[in-house]
């Protein structure tokens, strides 16, 4: 009499397999998580020039960088992060870059446009006007205080950043920026 043996996975190796599997998940979940984040930030050192190499092409042809005392001035790269003046500075800087004064997404008529922007450098505001957004979803920083005070800001020129996901505090170290 023979006896027939069944072939089976006991327990053991499937919890050891299941194992396994959760490890590896976890390490691609975590590097999933890493590289989105040296993307967003190499794409906001590149958008950072590209807007300071439009600054300097709207400087060489009026003279000055764009600047707004209201807007621009009010805003201090030395302070502590405050996104609604962000938001304001980057919509004028968005004004004058894409020569839109009136934010319809068109460039005015006899205007000089300097950049281009994609969709998802912008962000809309309450009343659906465009504003410059970093790719962590927070507004760019534009400031041009240090002219009207020179404790204020970092370069005499203009300060532009990106705070790289930052939400709070006054310590530019992570911030992507011009200075």
Do not use: H
């Amino acid at each position: 009499m023979s006896i027939l043996r069944k072939s089976a996975f006991t327990i053991i190796e499937l919890l050891v397999v299941i194992s396994i599997i959760i490890i590896l998940a976890g390490l691609i979940l975590s590097t999933v998580g890493y590289v989105q984040k040296k993307g967003a930030r190499s794409r906001a050192e590149v958008e950072i020039v590209a807007m300071s190499a439009a600054l300097e092409s709207y400087k060489a042809d009026n003279g000055i960088y764009p600047r707004q005392t209201a807007t621009t001035d009010a805003v201090d790269a030395r302070a502590a992060i405050d996104f609604a003046k962000y938001q304001a500075a980057s919509q004028y800087l968005y004004g004058q870059l894409a020569a839109d004064a009136d934010f319809d997404g068109v460039p005015d008529a006899n205007s000089r446009s300097y950049m281009q922007f994609k969709p998802n450098q912008l962000g809309k505001d309450a009343t659906g006007k465009p504003y410059l957004r970093d790719p962590f979803g927070n507004s760019c920083g534009y400031s041009t205080a240090y002219q009207s005070n020179a404790s204020t800001g970092y370069n005499p020129t203009y300060d532009l950043w990106s705070t790289a996901g930052v939400t709070s505090g006054t310590d530019p170290t992570q911030w992507i920026r011009n200075w």
